[in-house]
């Protein structure tokens, strides 16, 4: 299973980009889980920002809270990441992580965890 992040881009403090996760592969079904946004900056360590997990409440770091919102579209296999109000300090790569269950064609199920390559986003004026 192949995770697709797209959705990075330049934006101005205050602005708002949503980013997208899309699961594929050459299955016969294809359902993802759980789900996370995670973000590195420049010199920092990766980090958790937004979590969903099946039907629970999905969890966000403090400095995003009330800003972004995770979300997905299970019938399209996308997770999204709605940013708005964003802050030069948000700037980072944002990768999307997922536990994917897909079926291949002969019925066997196969549990993955895979990492999107993710994507830019840059918040400046």
């Known amino acids: 299973v192949q995770l697709q992040a797209s959705g990075g881009g330049l934006v101005q403090p205050g602005g708002s980009l949503r980013l997208s996760c899309t699961a594929s592969?050459?299955?016969?079904?294809?359902?993802?889980?759980?789900a996370g946004w995670y973000r590195q900056a420049p010199g920092k360590q990766r980090e958790l920002v937004a979590a969903?997990?099946?039907?629970?409440?999905?969890n966000y770091a403090d400095s995003v809270k009330g800003r972004f919102t995770i979300s997905r579209d299970n019938a399209k296999n996308v997770v999204f990441l709605q940013m708005n109000s964003l802050k030069p300090e948000d700037t980072a790569v944002y990768y999307c992580n997922a536990d994917v269950l897909a079926y291949d064609y002969s019925g066997t199920p196969v549990v993955s965890r895979s990492w999107g390559q993710g994507t830019l986003v840059t918040v400046s004026s």
């Open positions: 592969g050459s299955f016969s079904s294809i359902s993802i889980t759980d």
């Open positions: 969903t997990a099946g039907g629970g409440s999905p």
